[in-house]
């Protein structure tokens, strides 16, 4: 199994290198073309989550293996304000800065698993898996 | 990386490369914006052929760029969109909606042409 | 493929079959197969090491009489590495070692008789000869003490049976993968993109639309958009079978992708029913350009593309003055 990779999120254009270490990540594991780009793409909406919301985090990349299936996992984390109403986060068109409001549930849509956790004050972390199908 | 506007005849180019930053597109905006006044272009064409993702914070500017545009008097199209990028865009939800879309870079410069004349012949 | 390749790549198909050490261990109890079985497997060592290459020749004496069995006889690359598989088989069935790594061993054998097509019923009978030749050896060796020679073949029948449950989910595993692959096919198949003229596209779908094939019908048409640099799709809808909400979007879908590249989308077929519906549902279907039958829809992407369609004998319309 790969080591796993972190960038480091501080500028937006932490954020382009954060999407392409994973498209590289989901080839590199024998995601198809336009899985890579699903993978670039979610990525690159929790990274300007982060720059937007809690100006400094990290987004870690992870190859996954388990019984019969290939993955990768992505962990975004920071240690910003929290979001207050995670739920309405969740919901599509909903955004408090400089989003579209479908970050996070766009990111939500194109991976496979997708799990918030948020505390105010403390910080949010994003984990989302993709299965190579 | 900043964009490069290329200017052929009344109709600016921009040519978005392989890596693009929030910065550089927001540099995009403020230079297009600059030039449709100074050149007084009646097209504008941003070709992402070279993009491997569009998403939320790029669609919502390249469609702030095409508004912007149209008020100053200039039809923008975006060109070259890549079949996965597009089905990423959708899949996200994303979708461009009232700016005009064309194959390429020789597609959108007939759309404007066609645009042009139907507008009648202009006023020199 | 090397030696560490193919290593990894056994190791990867233990993994995909879920023989863990534990899963071994349970194939053990369920044959039977206990500690006291190796005592007397020892016991026939000597026999079963002497008599190798004639148990061997008879296993493969019995596939190459069939012609079922041809692709793997008649393969010299596949046939030399099933003997030399074989013959290290015949002496770790009598080594008492039924690990892991025999079990690798088995599985590798296996995936050789899946390559060559071996049909199960094949398989058993050639194994059935073999086990036949190995108990007539064991029953010669112990022909003053019968019942012993009995006990000490039922014990290595325990590990023969162990290997055939190996070799029998291998196959059938094989088989279910080919089926997969096929249906996989179908569906790619189901779901052609047609160039109709130049820069004009159909696309018809038929069936039954769910979020899987949604996503092969988009990411096919737009592929195809940019191969054949279309300009107008007609999309028909006559043929799938219920149009409710969630199809309804992932058609949106598709037309939004498109667009997106620059072609514009004409759906056609959708019946006075499905569109009721669709508009009780409250589905915005303003968006899209519809037409009411395929014809309509094929004429309109011609009107489109600025092609005129004249009858044979019709006087030409005069030509509209264009901008020079």
């Given amino acids: 199994m790969s080591a796993e990779i972190r960038v480091p999120i501080e500028h937006e254009r932490d954020i382009v290198t954060a999407r392409q270490r994973g498209r590289e990540l989901a080839a590199a594991n024998g995601f198809s073309s336009t899985d890579q780009t699903l993978v670039a793409l979610a990525i690159s909406e929790i990274a300007r989550n ?55 549930p766009g990111a939500k849509r194109v991976m496979d698993e997708f799990k918030l956790e948020t505390q105010l004050g403390k910080g949010t972390t994003v984990t989302m898996k993709k299965w190579v199908r | ?54 998403d939320s914070f790029a669609t919502r500017t390249i469609r702030g760029i095409a508004y912007t545009a149209k008020l100053r008097g200039a039809n923008t ?19 461009l909606e009232g700016v005009e879309t064309a194959l390429d870079l020789e597609e959108g410069l007939a759309f404007l042409r066609n645009a042009a004349n139907s507008r009648g012949p202009r006023v020199r | 493929m090397t030696v560490s390749d193919r290593q990894r790549s056994l190791q990867s198909s233990m993994h995909d079959m879920g023989l863990t050490e534990e899963a071994i261990e349970r194939r053990k ?16 060592k000597d026999v079963v090491a002497r008599g190798a290459e004639e148990f061997m020749a008879t296993f493969f004496e019995f596939l190459s009489k069939l012609d079922e069995a041809r692709p ?20 770790a069935m009598v080594q008492g070692e039924y690990g892991t790594r025999y079990v690798e061993q088995r599985l590798e054998l296996a995936q050789l008789y899946a390559r060559a097509g071996l049909e199960m019923l094949v398989f058993l009978g050639a194994f ?16 003053r003490s019968p019942m012993e020679g009995f006990e000490n073949f039922m014990s290595l029948q325990k590990v023969a ?30 779901t052609p993109v047609l160039q109709v003229r130049d820069r004009m596209l159909l696309l018809p779908i038929i069936g039954v639309i769910d979020t899987h094939r949604a996503r092969l019908i988009t990411e096919s048409l737009l592929r195809a958009i940019r191969a054949n640099r279309a300009k107008v799709v007609v999309m028909d809808v006559t043929g799938v079978a219920t149009i409710d909400s969630k199809v309804a979007n992932h058609l949106l879908q598709t037309v939004t992708a498109a667009r997106l590249m620059g072609a514009l989308v004409i ?42 369609l004249l009858r044979n004998g019709d006087a030409l319309p005069p030509p509209t003055m264009t901008e020079n």
């Fill in chain 1, 50 to 104: 982060i720059v937007s919301y809690a100006k400094r985090g990290e987004v870690m990349l992870l190859a996954l293996e388990e019984t019969g299936r290939r993955g990768i996992v992505v962990i975004a984390r920071d240690e910003g304000p929290g979001i207050a109403d995670p739920e309405l986060a969740m919901k599509d068109g909903y955004s408090t800065a400089k989003s579209l409001g479908v970050g996070l």
């Fill in chain 3, 161 to 190: 049976f162990f290997d055939i449950g190996i070799i029998v989910d291998v196959l059938v595993m094989e088989r279910e993968r080919t089926i997969r692959q096929q249906e996989e096919a179908i569906r790619e198949l189901s």
């Fill in chain 2, 1 to 54: 990386m900043a964009v490069p506007i290329l200017k052929q005849e009344d109709v600016l180019i921009a040519q978005v490369q392989a890596i693009l930053s929030d910065d550089d597109l927001n540099q995009l905006k403020d230079d297009l914006s600059n030039r449709i006044g100074r050149a007084r272009s009646r097209g504008v064409i941003i070709d992402v052929t070279a993009l491997d993702v569009l």
């Fill in chain 3, 128 to 143: 059935h000869h073999l086990l036949r030749a190995i108990g007539s050896a064991i029953m010669k060796q112990f022909e």
């Fill in chain 2, 77 to 95: 199209v975006v060109v070259g969109i890549q079949p996965d990028v597009a089905f990423g865009m959708v899949q996200l939800g994303l979708s």
């Fill in chain 3, 29 to 44: 109890r369920i044959v039977g197969l206990e500690p006291a079985d190796l005592g007397r497997i020892a016991a026939v």
């Fill in chain 3, 267 to 308: 759906v056609t077929g959708l019946s006075s029913e499905v569109a009721q519906s669709l508009v009780a549902l409250g589905i915005e279907l303003s968006k899209i350009n519809t037409v009411g039958d395929l014809q309509g829809g094929l004429e309109e992407a011609e009107r489109v593309l600025g092609y005129r």
């Fill in chain 3, 72 to 91: 793997l006889v008649t393969s010299h690359g596949l046939l030399d590495r099933a003997r030399q598989l074989k013959k290290a088989h015949l002496a």
